[in-house]
């Protein structure tokens, strides 16, 4: 269990890390790179990488959000298997929701894999409600659940 994580802006020439970051994250669902590379130069998109103190340590996570003034929308947010449970998805999803607020969003929206019951939980947590549902919205067939937080 670890603990303090740093969180930081991620620049153009992080691309390739983020890329391998998001294919291990997500596996079967990945992006893959061009859709992961085009978030870099995408509209009021940030992209955070998340991971342990020490600077020479490479990233465990990132969190993709777009800002649309008045709303905010978190595009994904993963954290490498060997990671998990540490606290890292909980401190990213801060990181965005602080960065929104701070923007002047008023809603924070996500599409979260209705199956992926420790996302969910997370969510929850952090004050998110369920909203609505978007059927088969993953290429697998998935349904996704619509949040929002009020900010």
Sequence with gaps: QMTGWRI???KTEDADTLVALEALAFDARSW????????????GV????????AKEEPPLGFALWRDLGEQAEILTIGVAP???GGGLGE???DAVIKAARD???QKLFLEVDAANSSA???YVRAGFATIGARKQYYRDGGDAAVMALDL
Aim: net charge neutral.
């Design 91 to 93: 401190a990213l999803l």
């Design 8 to 10: 930081w802006t991620a």
């Design 120 to 122: 969910l939980a997370l």
């Design 103 to 105: 923007g002047g969003a």
């Design 46 to 53: 940030t992209v955070l990488l998340g991971g342990q103190i």
């Design 82 to 84: 060997t990671a998990r």
């Design 32 to 43: 893959g790179e061009d859709s992961v590379k085009a978030s870099f130069v995408a509209s």
